[in-house]
């Protein structure tokens, strides 16, 4: 099992930026890859951003430039970074966090509520 908590999310007004965190705790040496999901009020779940446990990344093409993925390795867990630059005013979502473990298994966090002001 993989456990994630996120924080960071918050109010921002749009043009500003926000650092989301994930921190997956459990079998993390099963983990392959870890990214981050959004979620804006009427719409579906679309992928935001991802990074492999090799460090690779992949970004939505909405996003880049403007979003950085980044991971930190600990003993026992690992935490991922989702850097919000320049947000627009309907960027308004709920962010998830999700672990992807080899053999095809998702993760999800509780999700973490980010709403731009204009």
């Known amino acids: 099992q993989v456990q994630l908590v996120e924080s960071g999310g918050g109010l921002v007004q749009a043009g500003g930026s926000l650092r989301l965190s994930c921190r997956a705790s459990?079998?993390?040496?099963?983990?392959?890859?870890m990214g981050w999901y959004r979620q804006a009020p009427g719409k579906q779940r679309e992928f935001v951003a991802a990074?492999?446990?090799?460090?690779?990344?992949?970004?939505a093409d909405s996003v880049k430039g403007r979003f950085t993925i980044s991971r930190d390795n600990a003993k026992n867990t690992v935490t991922v970074y989702l850097q919000i630059n320049s947000l627009k005013p309907n960027g308004t979502a709920v962010y998830y966090c999700?672990?992807?473990?080899?053999?095809?298994?998702?993760?999800w966090g509780q999700g973490t509520q980010v709403t731009v002001s204009s």
């Open positions: 999700n672990a992807l473990r080899y053999g095809g298994i998702h993760y």
């Open positions: 459990g079998s993390i040496l099963s983990i392959n890859a």
């Open positions: 990074i492999t446990s090799g460090g690779n990344t992949n970004y």
